[in-house]
């Protein structure tokens, strides 16, 4: 009789980024809790969204946009995840959307002013 064993498996999909990559795949590795196969091709089908994903997406492309105006760029520094979190469910959302708001205002105030001189030029 052969030495192998069998063992029942679950299938998943694990996502996140790059730079995770090798560390996620040795972890694995030691932990022998992963057998991996090359992908064939077959179209891989989207998990359920956490519930307060909308929300922080929202928040997050709402202060990419005030980066975008503001001409900043982010730092080269990770936050740890808890900070992150921490800051979305502060007062930096609110300041964020204050920021947003005065944006706003700066470039309708922008878009009138540039109206009203070409009028005058006429």
């Known amino acids: 009789m052969s ?3 069998t063992a029942e498996m679950s299938r ?12 996620t795949l ?14 064939d091709g077959e179209v891989l089908g989207l998990g359920s ?3 307060d994903a909308d929300d922080i997406s929202r928040r997050l492309a709402t202060m990419r946009g005030c980066m975008s105006q503001l001409k900043s760029s982010p730092g080269s520094n990770l936050i740890r995840l808890d900070r992150v979190r921490e800051s979305l469910s502060g007062s930096l959302s609110e300041s964020m959307l204050s920021v947003s708001e ?21």
């Open 3 to 5: 030495g192998l064993t």
């Open 12 to 23: 998943i999909l694990v996502v996140g980024t790059s730079d995770e990559l090798a560390s």
């Open 26 to 39: 040795e972890l694995a590795a030691r932990l022998r809790a992963i057998h991996m196969i090359d992908h």
């Open 49 to 51: 969204p956490n519930e």
């Open 102 to 122: 005065d944006l706003t205002r700066l470039e309708d105030s922008s878009s009138e002013l540039e109206q009203l001189q070409n009028r005058s030029n006429f």
